[in-house]
């Protein structure tokens, strides 16, 4: 049995180091790529998080036999490259198919992530997802949109407070001042009434009390008169000198 050279072995061991170290792989197909064309695409692939790399279809089936990428081993028909993922499998896909729409000769046969097997459909659905980027950013706004309102909330609920306890403090003063009022003009009211029934029973004594001085006045009056009716004039003496 003629044992595997050296280089071989290096290059299947590359390649199960690669897929163990990748979140996803895309196998494509790039017979009638000019070696330009596969800088090019080499290129927008690294921007993309993808390094993309030829080799032998036999290789590959040595590296993924008996691992959990073996499914791959369906798609290694025909020239076959790779693209291994290193974040977002869906703008390496996204990528890889906007460069075949001006390179017809690039397909997409599969590839697989997490385990599970894709098609060259299911890649393009993926290929028409927002990056990972954006759809980070709109399930931050979508969690930052609740958060955002609660907090308003929050922030309306101590002045909605303050302004209940003032709204309620004013109509218990009012409340109270409209209580006061009635007790203020009943007290009034009763002081006037005690002031009066003072007043009516002052002016019957006042009354008596003239009236007596009158009495007394006259009965000083009559014995006046009566002591002057009865004195006799002293008699003149006519004693002769």
């Known amino acids: 049995m003629v044992e595997p050279r050296a280089e071989k072995i290096a290059v299947v061991e590359e390649v199960r180091e690669r897929l163990d ?9 790039y017979r009638g790529l000019t070696v330009k064309d596969m ?8 921007e993309a998080g993808g390094d993309y790399k030829v080799f032998k279809n036999t290789l590959v089936r040595r590296a993924v036999s008996g691992s959990e990428h073996e499914a791959l081993e369906s798609l290694l028909t025909g020239p076959t490259a790779i693209a291994f993922v290193r974040d977002d499998i869906a703008a390496v896909a996204k990528a890889l198919r906007d ?9 997409m046969k599969g590839g697989l992530l997490d385990g599970k097997l894709l098609d060259s459909r299911e890649l393009v659905s993926l290929a028409d997802l927002p990056s990972r980027d954006v759809l980070l950013a709109q399930l931050a706004g979508a969690i930052a949109a609740p958060l955002r309102q ?8 101590p002045r909605n407070l303050a302004y209940g306890l003032s709204a309620l403090a004013d ?23 005690t002031a009066e029934a003072a007043t009516a029973e002052a002016a ?10 009158t009495a007394e ?3 000083e009056g009559a014995a006046d008169e009566a002591n002057g009716s009865g004195e006799s004039p002293t008699p003149e003496s006519n004693t002769e000198e």
């Open 21 to 29: 170290g990748s979140s996803g792989s895309v196998l494509t197909e």
């Open 39 to 46: 800088a090019e695409l080499r290129i927008r692939l690294a």
């Open 99 to 107: 460069f075949s729409r001006a390179h017809p000769s690039l397909v």
């Open 150 to 157: 609660l907090a308003g909330l929050m922030q309306a609920l």
């Open 171 to 193: 109509q218990r003063g009012s409340e109270g001042a409209g209580e006061a009022a009635p007790a203020t003009a009943e007290a009034a009211t009763a002081e006037a009434a």
């Open 204 to 213: 019957p004594a006042e009354d008596a009390i003239e009236g007596a001085a």
């Open 217 to 219: 006045d006259a009965a």
